[in-house]
Each structure stands twice: as C-alpha cells, then as structure tokens.
C-alpha cells in the first residue's frame, strides 16, 4: 500500500515560516492535500491540490510540490496554528485514501 | 451550510457491538460519497472506507473487512458505522468525512464519535 512520510515535529518561533514535508514514491504525480488538528476537535482541510485554499483558510497557509516531497508552508506563524498537519493523497490503483503520520507544529 | 454531525460517545465491553451515526445536512446527501477515519488515542488519522451514497456500495481499507459494516439511510440524510465483537483496540475516536466534489479529499468532517472498550 501507499505510503506517506512526514517529520513526527516541527518547531518554529512566532513570526516565521514553518515548512512541514510530506514524502511518497511518485508523490508528484499525486493530488496532496493537508488537514490541520487542533487538540480534541476535528480535522480541518487547509490546503487541496497542493496549493489551492479552501475559503476561511489564511493566506498564510500553502502548499508546494517538488520531485518525491509536498510541503506545506505556514508563513507568519501564530501561536494559534499550534496543531497537528496531516498530509493526505487519493491511492487511485487501489481506491483508497492514504494520510500520512502526521506533524505536530510547535510555536515556541 | 454543510453539517455532520455524529452521534455521542459510547462505552462498551470487548465483544459487544456499537452503531455510530453521521447525520448530514445542508446539501444534497446522495450527491457526494462519505468516508470514514479513525483516530486511535495520540495516533494519526487512519482512513477506514468510503462508501458511495447513491448505491450504498462501500469500499474498505485493509483491516476494516469483517466486523466493520458501513451502511445509509438516505431517507434520514445518515451513514452509519458498525462495529461488531469489540476490541480494546477499537477503541478510538471516529470520524465521518465527506468526499469533496473531485472524490479525492475530504472538505467536511463530522465532530467524531469516541468508542471506548473495555471491560
């Protein structure tokens, strides 16, 4: 099965950009999307198809695509997008859904 | 505007069965399939199955064949997820997710469902 790769912690201080990475074999012929998860709530969708927002999403919020890796990109990074960033690709050849481990953000 | 909204936690015993439901509104429900995750506690998101919501044919991940059933009513707008012969191991917070327009991500999550197992 499809796997996805992503780093279990990114740390980063107010203010900067923090880069979570994604990895999978061929990744770039894939659509990636990211989910955040705040502490007790539900997965929120931040990003679709690599870099698109959905509406309610900051701008601060996208996403980028190069050889075997997606990123995600949180510019002016807040105390409040302290959470969880989950990478997410639709495995076609076997029709099912594959999310990657997951990222805990930290804002120090 | 789209809601999910899923029913309340549930504490049972290992061997006991359990039904969680996911209530949709705010569009039309048979126009976009339903999936679901799950959440093991301080784990990551595991996608469970999806399930097409005009013929109610569903489509599992390895690990979720036999003791999960997905099923509709879509007289009632609802998905419902059950899970029979429970495990210490089922336990976990439980997700309905709709497929967005392109069928390859999710854009509305349900609030979840926590099923505790124990004895």
Same mark, same amino acid.
């Given at each position: 099965?499809?796997?996805?790769?992503?780093?279990?912690?990114?740390?980063? &201080?107010?203010?900067?950009? &923090?880069?979570?990475?994604?990895?999978?074999?061929?990744?770039?012929?894939?659509?990636?999307?990211?989910?955040?998860? *705040?502490?007790?709530?539900?997965?929120?969708?931040?990003?679709?198809?690599?870099? #698109?927002?959905?509406?309610?999403?900051?701008?601060?919020?996208?996403?980028?695509?190069?050889?075997?890796? @997606?990123?995600?990109?949180?510019?002016?990074? !807040? @105390?409040? #997008?302290?959470? #969880?960033?989950?990478?997410?690709?639709?495995?076609?050849?076997?029709?099912?859904?594959?999310?990657?481990?997951?990222?805990?953000?930290?804002?120090? | 505007?789209?809601?999910?909204?899923?029913?309340?936690?549930?504490?049972?015993?290992?061997?006991?069965?359990? *039904?969680?439901?996911?209530?949709?509104?705010?569009?039309?429900?048979?126009?976009?399939?339903?999936?679901?995750?799950?959440?093991?506690?301080?784990?990551?998101?595991?996608?469970?199955?999806?399930?097409?919501?005009?013929?109610?044919?569903?489509?599992?991940?390895? $690990?979720?064949? $036999?003791?999960?059933?997905?099923?509709?009513?879509?007289?009632?707008?609802?998905?419902?997820?059950?899970?029979?012969?429970?495990?210490? !191991?089922?336990?976990?917070?439980?997700?309905?997710?709709?497929?967005?327009?392109? $069928?390859?991500?999710?854009?509305?999550?349900?609030?979840?469902?926590?099923?505790?197992?124990?004895?």
């Amino acid at each position: 099965s499809y796997v996805l790769t992503q780093p279990p912690s990114v740390s980063v &201080a107010p203010g900067k950009t &923090a880069r979570i990475t994604c990895g999978g074999n061929n990744i770039g012929t894939k659509s990636v999307h990211w989910y955040q998860q *705040k502490p007790g709530q539900a997965p929120v969708l931040v990003i679709y198809y690599h870099s #698109d927002r959905p509406s309610g999403i900051p701008e601060r919020f996208s996403g980028s695509k190069s050889g075997n890796t @997606a990123t995600l990109i949180v510019s002016r990074v !807040e @105390a409040g #997008d302290e959470a #969880d960033y989950y990478c997410q690709v639709w495995d076609s050849s076997s029709d099912q859904g594959v999310f990657g481990g997951g990222t805990k953000l930290t804002v120090l | 505007q789209v809601q999910l909204v899923q029913s309340g936690s549930e504490l049972k015993k290992p061997g006991a069965s359990v *039904k969680i439901s996911c209530k949709a509104s705010g569009y039309t429900f048979t126009t976009y399939a339903m999936n679901w995750v799950r959440q093991a506690p301080g784990q990551g998101l595991e996608w469970m199955a999806w399930i097409n919501t005009n013929t109610g044919n569903p489509t599992y991940a390895q $690990g979720f064949t $036999g003791r999960f059933v997905f099923s509709l009513d879509t007289s009632v707008s609802t998905a419902y997820l059950q899970i029979s012969s429970l495990k210490a !191991e089922d336990t976990a917070v439980y997700y309905c997710a709709r497929f967005s327009p392109s $069928g390859d991500h999710f854009d509305y999550w349900g609030q979840g469902t926590l099923v505790t197992v124990s004895s």
